[in-house]
């Protein structure tokens, strides 16, 4: 079983419609949780980080963090164009080292 | 956040050579993280890197291969040796942030390696 799971996509999400990104992880005791955007051969972007239960907005971002179920998602709103790109759903383990999941590619539509 | 640049930001190296890859950070920070993009896929933590002690390696990644150097808390360097096409990937370096959310990592700006 990976550590840190997500869909690899593509996710195709008309402009304007919500696109849902899913991660779930393995080690119950993981406390902080990140979502980075990754542009084609560019380097990963933090947009959102989130340590409680419950949800977390900024802008058109939202995470959702549910510890008992040990998965973690990310929601964006009113999708755009330049809302296409890669996501990565990261896992904070000892020492600060982060745990990456293999990344969900969201194609938005116009 | 931490402003991170790294150089090269891009090489083609011939197989068997080395590269090594410096990361500026214009902050101090203690610990400074190094990874590895392979074509199409995550990021992988290679090491750790700590000032005034030795890195501290993932598994599947020994310092034979790829030795770290942490001279100051504002820099640190991450060689590929003896490079095979297997070893072309990104290589990113990453700090904490020193603002407000302690534990938030940013990464550089990469270094693209193509091994030939």
């Known amino acids: 079983q990976k550590e840190v799971e997500q869909n690899s996509g593509p996710l195709s999400v008309p402009e304007g419609a919500i696109a849902s990104l899913n991660c779930t992880y393995s080690?119950?005791?993981?406390?902080?949780f990140f979502w980075y955007r990754q542009y084609s051969g560019k380097s990963p972007e933090l947009i959102m980080s989130?340590?409680?239960?419950g949800d977390k907005e900024d802008g058109r971002f939202t995470a959702q963090l549910n510890k008992a179920s040990q998965y973690v998602s990310l929601l964006i709103r009113d999708s755009q164009p330049s809302d296409s790109a890669t996501y990565l759903c990261?896992?904070?383990?000892?020492?600060?080292?982060?745990?990456f999941g293999a990344g969900t590619q969201v194609v938005v539509t116009p | 956040s931490a402003v991170i640049s790294q150089k090269p930001s891009r090489d083609i190296c011939q197989r068997g050579t080395s590269l090594t890859i410096q990361c500026q950070v214009d902050?101090?920070?203690?610990?400074m993280f190094w990874y590895r993009q392979q074509p199409g896929q995550s990021l992988t933590l290679i090491a750790t890197?700590?000032?005034?002690?030795?890195?501290?390696?993932e598994s599947g990644f020994v310092i034979d291969k790829f030795p770290i150097s942490r001279p100051n808390l504002t820099f640190s360097t991450l060689t590929v040796s003896n490079m095979s096409p297997e070893d072309s990937s990104i290589y990113l370096c990453?700090?904490?942030?020193?603002?407000?959310?302690?534990?938030?990592?940013?990464f550089g700006p990469g270094t693209r390696l193509t091994v030939l």
């Open positions: 080690d119950r005791g993981s406390q902080s």
């Open positions: 989130i340590y409680s239960n």
């Open positions: 890197a700590n000032q005034g002690s030795e890195a501290t390696y």
């Open positions: 990453s700090v904490f942030s020193q603002g407000t959310v302690p534990d938030t990592q940013y």
């Open positions: 990261a896992v904070k383990r000892s020492w600060g080292k982060l745990q």
């Open positions: 902050s101090q920070v203690t610990m």
